[in-house]
């Protein structure tokens, strides 16, 4: 943006001004909502992914392996903002997000078009892990830079407004994820699906990544940065002014633990693994789970808008922190309840309404071997339908010995809930998701405050991405892998395990944040 430009954006009134950061943010949303489906279209097919990427004879380590390639591209994410924050402190803000955008449509293109573990072997999970590494450093290059985009365009008593039109990209971005998923699924039959089918919310990105490429590109920089390069002020080292100062490394830090770091954990709780909760632990049918969260999703969405707004007037920092510690409080009962909702065990089954089959096929490696199904289905007469298959490896001589003893059956469950139970699981979602809004709709707002405009795009997305990538992206792989181990010690509560990773982790930023934050919003950096 040129001065002249400059100068007729300070000089326009507010209606200007409104008119023009709305199109500044239907640009910025459009494509961060863009890269967060594509960075979230692999979690919402963990399940899928783990019987494709993954050797298929242990289902368990395969779904824990997908969860930890999943989690890799949140772990990367803080080199990403280094990357592309020092890039857009010092070129700019436009430009290092089209390069972002570009990696991160290509990227998950490509992760819909490597073949199987079954045809490469190993060389598949390794690309994947490739790709969501490269998806990781892109997503840790965009998140910054749209947030701080809008933030310098917005009038300064309006910025927790402004900016959190951008927090609701992401909800969004896992919203269309799941929609997508399910009209794949609900135009294909389920053979087709689990072939091929499954490879098209992939490919489907490029397309929007060319749209959201043309818009971008027509943008102007933000007016803050183009006045302090004008001015010859923007930094020429940004990664030692933000982390070898002192007194901003000190705010850096308490970025990251006085907030982003509960946000994280919260964010990543009461959306993926709310779904993983109810998909591997509740053994919820999957259609069902997509349908619920997104329904959830999307009725807790404007509320990320609402609480950008309210922190316009009461500040951030209460907000976020109340956010914190009511989840906090309410995990475990919330979690109970989701799980006590479908226990067969107190449901009477219905006249009739035990159904059992026993199918054989041949082994597709052993041909004189056979697999034997087992399949039971159990209708309740409040409406629940509850299905298991059990897959035995049968021999010529009978059951497939292995280290002395019969090989263990595959077993593998799934429960269609009634409707009452499906609007209660709604519901508790949704519960969930308005911590999300709390802690996650002021946050753009508060990091931007924090640093001044030469130093912005580097510093503030370190500590987000550290807060996200690190604490919230390792809480899928972290949570199931203590409901497991809680669940073969024998806790009577072991589904509730992995919840202690994200109270613990709020807990600790919940009481630092209280301590050492202000809750009177900062707008001295401007």
């Not at 959830?296 to 500040?315: E, H």
């Not at 449901?347 to 697999?371: F, N, Y």
Request: proline content about 4%; charged content about 15%.
């Amino acid at each position: 943006m040129s001065d002249n430009n400059q100068i007729s954006y300070e000089n326009m009134t507010e209606k200007q001004k409104n008119r023009t950061i709305w199109s500044v943010i239907t640009a910025s949303s459009l494509g961060t909502l863009i890269e967060w489906y594509d960075f979230y279209i692999f979690g919402s097919l963990a399940i899928v992914l783990a019987t494709k990427f993954f050797p298929s004879d242990n289902p368990t380590a395969a779904f824990l392996s997908t969860l930890a390639t999943f989690a890799a591209g949140f772990v990367v994410r803080p080199f990403g903002a280094l990357f592309f924050g020092r890039l857009g402190d010092i070129i700019g803000r436009k430009y290092t997000f089209l390069v972002t955008l570009l990696i991160m449509g290509f990227s998950t293109f490509l992760i819909g078009c490597i073949p199987s573990y079954e045809t490469i072997g190993f060389m598949a999970p390794v690309l994947v892990l490739i790709l969501r590494l490269l998806q990781g450093l892109a997503l840790g290059g965009e998140y910054g830079g749209a947030a701080t985009y809008v933030a310098e365009y917005a009038q300064p008593h309006r910025r927790g407004y402004w900016t959190s039109w951008i927090q609701t990209t992401a909800t969004a971005g896992l919203f269309i994820s799941l929609i997508v998923i399910l009209i794949t699924k609900s135009t294909l039959s389920a053979e087709e699906f689990d072939n091929w089918g499954w490879r098209i919310p992939f490919w489907i990105s490029i397309l929007m990544v060319g749209v959201s490429y043309i818009i971008r590109k027509n943008m102007k920089e933000s007016p803050l940065f183009a006045k302090a390069k004008s001015e010859g002020k923007t930094s020429k080292n940004p990664l030692k002014e933000s982390f070898g100062n002192k007194f901003n490394f000190k705010f850096v830090l308490l970025a990251l633990f006085g907030a982003a770091m509960g946000q994280g954990v919260i964010w990543y709780t009461g959306q993926f693994y709310a779904m993983s909760f109810l998909q591997k632990v509740m053994n919820v049918e999957s259609a069902q789970v997509d349908k619920l969260m997104a329904i959830a999703l999307l009725m807790g969405t404007p509320f990320f808008v609402f609480f950008g707004w309210l922190s316009d007037k009461i500040g951030r920092k209460a907000i976020m922190m109340t956010g914190m510690l009511v989840a906090i409080l309410a995990y475990r009962p919330i979690y109970d309840k989701m799980f006590n909702s479908i226990d067969l065990k107190s449901k009477t089954v219905a006249e009739s309404g035990i159904i059992e089959k026993r199918t054989a096929k041949i082994h597709d490696k052993i041909a004189t071997d056979s697999l034997i199904t087992f399949h039971k289905e159990t209708l309740f007469t409040d409406g629940t339908l509850a299905k298991k298959d059990s897959i035995v490896h049968w021999s010529p001589t009978g059951p497939v010995i292995k280290d002395g003893k019969a090989e263990e059956p595959k077993v593998s469950q799934t429960v269609k809930i009634n409707s009452e139970t499906n609007l209660l699981l709604i519901f508790l979602v949704f519960i969930q998701v308005i911590f999300v809004t709390m802690v996650y709709g002021p946050i753009a707002a508060f990091l931007v405050e924090m640093f001044p405009v030469r130093i912005r795009y580097t510093s503030m997305s370190l500590p987000y991405h550290i807060g996200n990538g690190v604490f919230g992206g390792l809480l899928p792989a972290v949570a199931t892998y203590l409901v497991t181990t809680g669940k073969e010690a024998g806790h009577s509560t072991w589904y509730l395990e992995g919840l202690w990773y994200p109270i613990g982790v709020a807990t600790v930023c919940l009481l630092i944040g209280l301590f050492y934050l202000k809750n009177k919003n900062n707008n001295i950096h401007d």
